[in-house]
């Protein structure tokens, strides 16, 4: 039969990369992985993008739908109008399936990195984005029609 392999004791820093002991981390540093030792030369100065080996994972909190204001319900439906236009001149088809997904996270990116609000992505918010992109569409097919016409 096989060793199994012994499991390390202690916990992982990930800036120093050692296993410690678990007393060697604060109530913190246990859940950002990082020993009191590399902490505290965080703290005296040390830029902590030379320190550390990954980044540390920041979660932010998401906002549904609903809780926008008018304002924000405005830009967000601008940004749908606009990116919807965009890809409508460029593939002249309606947003689908994994194009649709696509185009869903590009707009919560962008909306997130204009008005720093990350929206969850929920039913709600699919459905408002099914409806402004239809809607866009329709008129831009009503404006080529119009155009044709004269």
Known sequence: MAKKKKKQQGHYCRICGCYKANEKFSG?????HICKS???????????????????HVSRETM???????????????????????????????PFAES????KKYIIGTFDEECGILLKDDAELKNYFQTHTITTINK???EE???NQD
């Open 64 to 94: 549904p739908f609903k809780k926008l204001d008018k304002e924000e319900k405005a830009v967000l439906k601008a940004f749908v109008s606009e990116v919807t236009t965009g890809f409508w001149q460029e593939n002249r088809q309606i």
């Open 38 to 56: 590399c902490m505290s030369a965080i703290r005296n100065g040390k830029n902590q993008e030379d320190i550390l080996r990954e980044p540390l």
């Open 145 to 147: 029609i119009s155009e």
């Open 28 to 32: 913190k540093g246990h859940a950002q």
């Open 140 to 142: 831009l097919l009503k």
């Open 100 to 103: 649709f997904s696509e185009l």
